[in-house]
């Protein structure tokens, strides 16, 4: 079964230090991977994705997420974290079964950043 | 270019009434998704259309209809309201299939609530 899951509903960092949310996931086949944030009462947008080629992604933001076939992961971190960072993320990965390649998207994990 | 955009952003329906959300998108994307999201749950897919006069159904269908007249708009119709409707929904959109590697695009959300 197609699956992905995001171990923590929420990370406390400080402004200045580095971040990781973690994503962890199960697909049949090649994984095809999402970042998204979502601010307070805003929609998803999108940060980064993997696809193919080199396992470390640069995103919008500052944000990278590094894919590591072995440990089924692909964890979003940042060097040095922002208040404004402090929104909700989600990890979406794809779901290769139908013709329309859902995907399928973690619970998400709040992210609060404190000054 | 307004992307993805979704009317209304708040509503109040009694148990039984009916309603439609509206989305309508500019970037002539041939796929279109809705979501809705609860709390804890992460998103799920309620039903996508892969161009006009093409949907199907997604995770979460029951108690929802949808239809694609055209490819910019995408309406999802509640008929009868039930308070496990109580949700926030988000309608998106790609060019491609989501799971192909395209960037969904989403709207700001429509925060429903059946009383």
């Known amino acids: 079964a197609q699956s992905v899951a995001q171990p923590e509903d929420q990370v406390n960092v400080a402004e200045g230090n580095p971040l990781t949310v973690k994503c962890t996931y199960s697909v049949s086949g090649n994984p095809y991977l999402f970042w998204y944030v979502q601010y307070p009462n805003r929609g998803l947008q999108f940060l980064l994705k993997?696809?193919?080629?080199?396992?470390l992604v640069k995103g919008s933001y500052g944000f990278e997420a590094e894919f590591n076939k072995s440990q089924t992961s692909f964890h979003l971190k940042k060097p040095s974290a922002l208040v404004s960072d402090s929104a909700l993320y989600f990890c979406a990965v794809r779901d290769g079964r139908g013709a329309t390649n859902k995907l399928i998207f973690g619970t998400g994990t709040l992210l609060a950043v404190q000054p | 270019n307004a992307g993805v955009t979704q009317t209304p952003k708040f509503r109040i329906l009694k148990i039984g009434q009916s309603m439609t959300l509206q989305c309508t998108q500019d970037m002539n994307h041939n796929y279109m998704y809705w979501y809705r999201q609860d709390p804890g749950m992460g998103l799920k897919l309620i039903y996508y259309?892969?161009?006009?006069?093409?949907?199907d159904k997604g995770e979460v269908p029951n108690g929802y209809n949808v239809s694609r007249s055209t490819t910019e708009d995408f309406p999802l119709r509640l008929e009868l309201a039930a308070p496990s409707q109580t949700s926030v929904y988000f309608c998106?959109?790609?060019?491609?299939?989501?799971?192909?590697?395209?960037?969904?695009?989403f709207g700001e959300g429509s925060w429903l609530t059946v009383v």
């Open positions: 998106a959109s790609s060019y491609g299939g989501q799971g192909s590697g395209n960037t969904i695009y």
């Open positions: 259309s892969v161009g006009a006069g093409i949907t």
């Open positions: 993997y696809i193919t080629g080199d396992n």
